[in-house]
C-alpha cells in the first residue's frame, strides 16, 4: 500500500491556520491551499496540468483542511473543469444546483438552497443582485466566467475564522495571484458556442447561430520576486431560447369536495352541470382547477464580461501586499411571446379526474355564454449587472511565531433596466373570440384545445399592458485583521476582528393599464403587426405537440411597433414607457455586523496522531430598515375578474433591531494510518433571513380577484437568523495520490426560521364593489355570482353615471365596457397579507459517499459521489393551510468517467438530482407547493494537445437534450414544463 511523504503535522497545520485562504479565508496564501507549506525534501511535487493534477490537488485540499472541506482545483491557468461555476460545483457531493435557461446559476449545499449558502471572492463577503429573486441573498454564479478562477473551496463544517452566514456551506471563490505561480504565464482561448435552443424561438426574433467566447490571462513576476502582476479577462456572448407551456398562476383552489362557493366550486350531484363530471372528486377529496394557462417562447441573448487586474509587492519576504480589481458585467436582452387563456370556473365545465383524495383534472373544459378572450402576449426588455470589486492585502510575518494579516475590500452589486422600455414588461392584445375551451393534462405537453376560436372575425387588439422599472444595488465594505501565534510545539493560536457593513437597496416602479376589455377599437390595429407561427415547432421533444387538437398558432409581434401603435390608439405616450424617474417602492436594509474570534489549534502525541481545533466567534449585528411605498386609495372593476388597485401617495417607514451570536466550533481530526483520516465536528452555524422577509413597508399587489381578494406582504427587520447546530462524522481513505474513498455522516438542527404566515386583514380601509348594492342588485335581476359578465354588463347598464359607474362604450364580444369603483358603502376588500416571524424549527440529516479512482497508469478513471438527505417536515399536500418546508431538499449524484494521456482528455459526466420542493407558494401567491421533477443531464467533453502550446477543446452540455417540469399538489397536476436544448462548443486555447 502506498504512503505519502508528509511535512511534520504542527509545522503544516500552523501554516495552513495562518497563511491559506481554506484555513483563515484571507486571500493572501489562498492559492496555496491543496498543498502543504514547508513540504519535506522529499515531499512530490505537484504541477497542476490536466484532470490528474486537478485531482490530485483537490485531495491535498481535501485531505489537509481542519474539519469537512471540499473543492475543485483548475487544471492549469486559464482552465478550469466546466465553463460555468455552479456546474462545477454540482460534481462535489452534497451540492446540487438550480438552472436558469438551461445553465448553472445558483447552489444547494446539504438540503439547504441558496439563501443559506455563503459565498467568498478570495476569502471576502460579496454583495449579490438579481432581478429574477431581487430579495433574496442567493449568488448567481452565472455573473462570473470560469477562465480567472484557480480554486472553489467549499466548507462544509463551521470553524471560528470563518464569516458567518453558511448553514449549507461556505463557498471560496479564488482567483488566480502572480506569486502563487512565479515567472511568466499566459494564455488566450477562443470558443465557438452552438446553443441548439436558439433554433426553437420565433424566427424574427433568433440570434446568431454561433456566437463567440474569448478568453485570455497573463502573470509575471519579476525576477527577484519582489514585484508581481496578473491580468485577466473573458467575454462571452449566447443566444439562445426557453419555450414554457403551463399554468403560469397555479390552481384554484384547493376545493373539499363537498364545498359549495358560487362560481368556484364544481356543481355537485344532481346539480345543473354534474352531468358533465367524469369520477367526481370524493366529498372529503381536495381538487385543484385549472386558472389560467398558456404558452410562451423567449429568446435570450446574453453578454458576459469578465476582468480582474492584480498586483502583488514583497518590499522584504516577511511582508506581501496585495491590491486586487475584479470587475463583472452580464447583459440579457429578452423578447417573450405568450398566447394564454383564463378559465372562469363556470357551471358549464366538464371535466374528468383520476381517484385519489387530493387530484387535479386529467382534462378540463369550459363552454362559455358569450366569446372570452385569447390573449396574445409579448414582452421586450432588456437588464445588466454590474460587479465590482476593489481589495487590498497585507501579509505580514512578524516574527518566526507570529503573523499578522490585514485585508480590506470594497464591493457592488448593481442591477438594473439596460433598455427604455423597463427591466420587464407585457403588452397584452387579445380576440375576443375563443369559445369552448378545454386543457388535456394527460401528456407531457399539456394540450389546449379551442375549436370555435376565429381571429379573423374578431381580430386582435390592444388590451391590458404593464411596464416594470427595478433596481438593486447591495454594497459591502469589510475590513479584517487577524494574526496567528504560536504557542509552544504543537499549538496555535489563531484570532481576529472584523467589521462588515453591507447594504442592500432595492426600488421598483409599475406602469400599468387595466385596459384588459381592450384598450380602444381593434380596427386601430392592422393585422400586419401580427406573426403565426407553428405551436409545435416550439414543443418538439415534449409528448402531445403533434397532436391535432393542439391550437395550432402562436402569435408574436414586434414589441416597439406594437406599443407606439397603441400609445397613438389611446394618446398617451407616458402610460406605455416605464416610469424611470420616481420609484413607487424605495427600500434599503443595512446590517453592520462586528465579529471577533479565537481558535486553538493543537496537535497531540497519542498512539493516534489527534489534531484539535476548538474556538468560538462573537458576532453583533445591528439592522436598520427604511422603506417609502405606494399606499392604495381605490379599488376599481375593471374586466370579468380583475379588481385593479389604485395607487397615490406615499408612505414611510424606519425601523432598527439587533442582534448577538455566539458561535462555537470543534473539529477533530485523527490519522488512524498514514493513508487514513476520521473527522467529527460539532459547532453553532446561521444563516440570514432573506431581504424581503427582513425589509420593512407594506406592499399591495396591483390586482385584486373578484372571488378571492387581495393580496400584500410586509417583512419584518426583527427576525433573527436562522441558527444550526451541526454534527459531522467522516472517514477518508486516500489509498493512492489521486483516489480516495470517503462517508460523511451529518445533521443539522435549526432554529428561528422565519415562518410564512397569511393574515386577513383590510388595509387602506378600501372598499370593493363585489357584494356592494349594485352587485346585489344584479344577483337579484338573475345573475349569478359566477357570471360576472353579466353582473358588470347590469351595473353598467342600469346605473351609468350614478357614483362609482362610468360606461364607456361596448367591446368587441358584445360586452359592456367600463369601470366599477368600490363605494365607502361597500364592502371592505379583504387582503391575504404575508408576513414572517421566527417561529419554526427543523432538522436535517444526510450522508455523503463518495469514490474517486484512478487506474493505474491507465489514464483511465471514475468519479462517483452519492448524497442522501433527509427532513421529518415534510409539506402536506392534502393540508390547504399555509405551511413551513424545507425548500431544496433533494439526493444527489454524480458518475464522471475520465480518460487523459498526453494528447487527449475525455470527461464523460453524469449528474441527477431528485425531485424537491422549489416553493410553498405558487405564482398567484397562494398557499400551494410546487415540486420540481427529478432530473438528470450528461455533458461530454474532449481535449487535444496538439503540441505544448495549442490545444484544441470540445464540449457538448445537456447532450440527451433533457427537459425540465414542475408539478402542484400531485404529481399530474402540471404547473409548467421547459424545453431548451443542448449546447456546443468548439475551441483552442494557445499558452504562450
Not at 491557468?77 to 438550480?98: C, H, W, Y
Not at 377529496?285 to 404558452?295: C, E, K, T, V, W
Not at 411597433?561 to 424617474?581: C, D, E, H, I, K
Not at 460523511?744 to 426560521?753: P, S
Request: net charge neutral; proline share 5%; glycine share 8%.
Amino acid at each position: 500500500m502506498k504512503t505519502f511523504s508528509k511535512a511534520p503535522r504542527q509545522r503544516r497545520l500552523i501554516s495552513l491556520a495562518v497563511a491559506s485562504a481554506c484555513a483563515t479565508f484571507v486571500p493572501a496564501y489562498a492559492q496555496d491551499a491543496v498543498k502543504a507549506a514547508d513540504p519535506a525534501p522529499d515531499a512530490p511535487t505537484v504541477v497542476v496540468t490536466g484532470i490528474r493534477a486537478s485531482m490530485q490537488s483537490t485531495l491535498n485540499l481535501k485531505r489537509n483542511s481542519d474539519g469537512i472541506v471540499d473543492g475543485i482545483v483548475a487544471e492549469d491557468m486559464g482552465k478550469f473543469p466546466d465553463t460555468n461555476l455552479a456546474e462545477s460545483l454540482q460534481r462535489i457531493s452534497g451540492v446540487s444546483i438550480d438552472r436558469n435557461n438551461g445553465e448553472g446559476q445558483k447552489v444547494t449545499v446539504r438540503g439547504l438552497g441558496p439563501d443559506f449558502n455563503l459565498v467568498l471572492l478570495n476569502g471576502r463577503q460579496m454583495p449579490t443582485s438579481d432581478l429574477a429573486d431581487r430579495e433574496g441573498r442567493s449568488f448567481d454564479f452565472s455573473n462570473l466566467a470560469s477562465e480567472s478562477i484557480s480554486q472553489l473551496q467549499v466548507y462544509k463544517t463551521g470553524r471560528a475564522d470563518n464569516p458567518s452566514g453558511g448553514i449549507g456551506a461556505t463557498i471560496n471563490v479564488v482567483t488566480a495571484r502572480p506569486f502563487d505561480n512565479p515567472g511568466l504565464h499566459s494564455s488566450v482561448g477562443v470558443k465557438a458556442l452552438k446553443d441548439t435552443s436558439n433554433d426553437h424561438v420565433v424566427d424574427a426574433f433568433k440570434g446568431k447561430s454561433v456566437t463567440p467566447e474569448v478568453s485570455g490571462i497573463y502573470s509575471n513576476t519579476s525576477a527577484d520576486g519582489r514585484f508581481g502582476v496578473a491580468l485577466s479577462a473573458s467575454y462571452q456572448s449566447r443566444d439562445s431560447g426557453v419555450n414554457r407551456a403551463g399554468l403560469f398562476n397555479g390552481y384554484q383552489g384547493p376545493y373539499l369536495g363537498s364545498a359549495v362557493i358560487d362560481g368556484q366550486t364544481l356543481p355537485q350531484p344532481g346539480q345543473p352541470g354534474s352531468q358533465n363530471i367524469t369520477n367526481r372528486p370524493a366529498p372529503d377529496a381536495l381538487y385543484s382547477i385549472p386558472q389560467n394557462f398558456g404558452y410562451n417562447s423567449s429568446a435570450i441573448q446574453r453578454q458576459r464580461t469578465n476582468g480582474q487586474l492584480t498586483f502583488q509587492f514583497r518590499p522584504v519576504k516577511e511582508l506581501t501586499t496585495t491590491v486586487d480589481y475584479t470587475y463583472s458585467e452580464q447583459k440579457i436582452q429578452t423578447k417573450r411571446s405568450e398566447l394564454s387563456v383564463w378559465f372562469a370556473q363556470t357551471p358549464t365545465s366538464t371535466s374528468t379526474w383520476p381517484s385519489g383524495h387530493v387530484v387535479s383534472p386529467l382534462t378540463y373544459q369550459e363552454v362559455y355564454p358569450t366569446p372570452q378572450d385569447i390573449s396574445v402576449v409579448g414582452g421586450d426588455f432588456a437588464t445588466k449587472t454590474k460587479n465590482k470589486s476593489l481589495g487590498f492585502n497585507a501579509v505580514w510575518k512578524a516574527s518566526p511565531d507570529l503573523k499578522v494579516e490585514f485585508d480590506a475590500h470594497h464591493s457592488t452589486a448593481e442591477s438594473g433596466a439596460d433598455s427604455p422600455f423597463g427591466s420587464e414588461n407585457s403588452l397584452s392584445n387579445a380576440s375576443f373570440s375563443r369559445g369552448t375551451t378545454k386543457i388535456d393534462f394527460t401528456t407531457e405537453l399539456p394540450v389546449l384545445s379551442m375549436p370555435a376560436a376565429n381571429l379573423a372575425a374578431a381580430p386582435i387588439q390592444a388590451a391590458g399592458s404593464w411596464f416594470h422599472n427595478t433596481y438593486i444595488k447591495s454594497t459591502v465594505k469589510q475590513a479584517q485583521a487577524k494574526a496567528s501565534l504560536k504557542l509552544w510545539e504543537a499549538s496555535d493560536l489563531n484570532f481576529g476582528v472584523s467589521y462588515t457593513d453591507s447594504t442592500n437597496r432595492s426600488t421598483y416602479s409599475n406602469v400599468q393599464n387595466n385596459t384588459w376589455g381592450g384598450a380602444t377599437k381593434a380596427s386601430d390595429y392592422p393585422a400586419s403587426l401580427w406573426t403565426a407561427n407553428p405551436m409545435s415547432s416550439f414543443f418538439d421533444k415534449l409528448g402531445g405537440s403533434n397532436s391535432p387538437n393542439l391550437f395550432a398558432t402562436l402569435y408574436s409581434f414586434d414589441f416597439a411597433t406594437v406599443r407606439q401603435t397603441t400609445a397613438n390608439a389611446v394618446g398617451n405616450q407616458a402610460a406605455y414607457l416605464p416610469n424611470m424617474s420616481k420609484p413607487d417602492t424605495d427600500r434599503q436594509l443595512q446590517e453592520k455586523t462586528t465579529s471577533v474570534y479565537a481558535s486553538l489549534g493543537t496537535d497531540w502525541d497519542t498512539a493516534i496522531p489527534v489534531h484539535t481545533s476548538a474556538g468560538v466567534r462573537f458576532e453583533r449585528t445591528k439592522v436598520t430598515s427604511v422603506a417609502q411605498v405606494l399606499p392604495g386609495t381605490a379599488v376599481v372593476w375593471v374586466a370579468q375578474n380583475e379588481l385593479p388597485i389604485t395607487f397615490g401617495g406615499q408612505a414611510f417607514s424606519n425601523t432598527d433591531a439587533s442582534y448577538t451570536n455566539v458561535l462555537p466550533a470543534l473539529n477533530i481530526d485523527a490519522d488512524i494510518r498514514s493513508d487514513m483520516k476520521l473527522r467529527a465536528s460539532a459547532g453553532v452555524t446561521i444563516g440570514r433571513a432573506r431581504f424581503d422577509q427582513l425589509q420593512g413597508g407594506l406592499t399591495l399587489g396591483t390586482i385584486a380577484n373578484v372571488f378571492t381578494g387581495g393580496s400584500a406582504s410586509v417583512g419584518n427587520p426583527a427576525l433573527k437568523p436562522v441558527k444550526a447546530k451541526n454534527l459531522d462524522l467522516a472517514w477518508e481513505w486516500y489509498y493512492d495520490k489521486q483516489s480516495v474513498l470517503s462517508l460523511a455522516l451529518f445533521r443539522k438542527q435549526m432554529d428561528n426560521y422565519a415562518g410564512q404566515t397569511l393574515v386577513s386583514q383590510s388595509l387602506y380601509n378600501l372598499h370593493t364593489p363585489i357584494g356592494g348594492a349594485y352587485y346585489k342588485e344584479a344577483l337579484a335581476h338573475g345573475c349569478t355570482a359566477a357570471d360576472t359578465n353579466c353582473i358588470r354588463n347590469y351595473i353598467l347598464g342600469n346605473f351609468d353615471g350614478q357614483p362609482g359607474v362610468k360606461k364607456t362604450g361596448v367591446k368587441a364580444d358584445g360586452m359592456l365596457d367600463g369601470t366599477i369603483t368600490g363605494l365607502s358603502t361597500d364592502p371592505i376588500l379583504m387582503f391575504n397579507t404575508t408576513t414572517y416571524a421566527n417561529q419554526k424549527s427543523a432538522n436535517v440529516s444526510g450522508a455523503e459517499v463518495n469514490v474517486q479512482h484512478m487506474f493505474g497508469q491507465s489514464g483511465f478513471g471514475v468519479q462517483a459521489n452519492y448524497t442522501y438527505v433527509h427532513s421529518p417536515l415534510k409539506y402536506n399536500n392534502a393540508d390547504v393551510n399555509d405551511q413551513f418546508a424545507i425548500l431544496g431538499l433533494s439526493n444527489s449524484a454524480n458518475l464522471v468517467g475520465i480518460f487523459e494521456n498526453k494528447d487527449w482528455s475525455v470527461r464523460l459526466a453524469y449528474n441527477w438530482r431528485d425531485s424537491f420542493l422549489a416553493a410553498t407558494v405558487d405564482g398567484n401567491g397562494r398557499a400551494a407547493p410546487v415540486y420540481t421533477d427529478a432530473y438528470g443531464q450528461v455533458d461530454l467533453s474532449v481535449g487535444y494537445n496538439f503540441n505544448k502550446n495549442l490545444s484544441f477543446q470540445a464540449e457538448a452540455i445537456n447532450l440527451t437534450d433533457r427537459t425540465t417540469r414542475q408539478h402542484g399538489r400531485t404529481e399530474a397536476a402540471t404547473l409548467n414544463v421547459t424545453q431548451a436544448g443542448p449546447r456546443y462548443l468548439l475551441g483552442l486555447r494557445y499558452k504562450f
